[in-house]
């Protein structure tokens, strides 16, 4: 089922792209540096506009199967909109911190965002973090204490017709705004 969602996604984004006249480039997973050490976020799909981060999409199983190397008898656990991943956090957490790498802007607040689907795969959850700057730093030297992160979750109904007018869309609208959204601040921090 994911298969579905991951090709409709990569779709829209790079419908969105074509339209836009930029490149918009499935990447690898990020990486969140805590107490010196590096860990991998493992993605189905990463988007990004100019090297700066747009999105992530990641599902329950994927992330189910990274904690098995670590916790061998770890229950497996179905997300929905509920609650939000720990995973997904650290994945917002090195996004802010991909974006900072590949801008010369302030160390501001960067906005990252992670979208994945509930358990019955019929709609996306778009979670949106606002993470200062001072946050990924205080991760990276191992403080205590951190600056918070301001969380936003947004439903998403995934379409069931595949002859629908894609501009048309909720989910259409969102990538679209995402990839705007990026563009011009991959343009300010040039």
């Given at each position: 089922?994911?298969?579905?969602?991951?090709?409709?996604?990569?779709?829209?984004?790079?419908?969105?792209?074509?339209?836009?006249?930029?490149?918009?480039?499935?990447?690898?997973?990020?990486?969140?540096?805590?107490?010196g050490?590096?860990?991998?976020?493992?993605?189905?799909?990463?988007?990004?506009?100019?090297?700066?981060?747009?999105?992530?999409?990641?599902?329950?199983?994927?992330?189910?199967?990274?904690?098995?190397?670590?916790?061998?008898?770890?229950?497996?656990?179905?997300?929905?909109?509920?609650?939000?991943?720990?995973?997904?956090?650290?994945?917002?957490?090195?996004?802010?911190?991909?974006?900072?790498?590949?801008?010369?802007?302030?160390?501001?607040?960067?906005?990252?965002?992670?979208?994945?689907?509930?358990?019955?795969?019929?709609k996306?959850?778009?979670?949106?973090?606002?993470?200062?700057?001072?946050?990924?730093?205080?991760?990276?030297?191992?403080?205590?204490?951190?600056?918070?992160?301001?969380?936003?979750?947004?439903i998403?109904?995934?379409?069931?017709?595949?002859?629908?007018?894609?501009?048309?869309?909720?989910?259409?609208?969102?990538?679209?705004?995402?990839?705007?959204?990026?563009?011009?601040?991959?343009?300010?921090?040039?």
């Amino acid at each position: 089922m994911l298969s579905k969602i991951y090709d409709l996604i990569d779709y829209v984004a790079h419908s969105v792209g074509v339209d836009r006249q930029i490149s918009v480039v499935n990447d690898g997973s990020p990486e969140i540096e805590v107490n010196g050490e590096s860990f991998s976020i493992p993605f189905h799909l990463g988007c990004t506009v100019n090297d700066s981060p747009i999105f992530h999409l990641i599902d329950s199983p994927a992330r189910y199967q990274e904690r098995l190397y670590l916790i061998p008898d770890l229950e497996y656990v179905a997300q929905d909109e509920v609650f939000t991943d720990a995973l997904d956090v650290g994945a917002l957490i090195a996004q802010a911190a991909n974006q900072k790498e590949w801008s010369s802007g302030p160390d501001g607040i960067y906005k990252a965002h992670v979208l994945y689907p509930t358990s019955t795969y019929t709609k996306l959850v778009l979670l949106t973090g606002w993470v200062p700057y001072k946050t990924v730093v205080a991760l990276r030297e191992g403080h205590e204490t951190l600056e918070p992160i301001t969380l936003s979750h947004e439903i998403i109904d995934v379409p069931r017709d595949p002859h629908c007018e894609w501009e048309e869309i909720v989910l259409f609208k969102i990538i679209a705004g995402l990839i705007d959204e990026s563009i011009e601040l991959s343009a300010t921090r040039l």
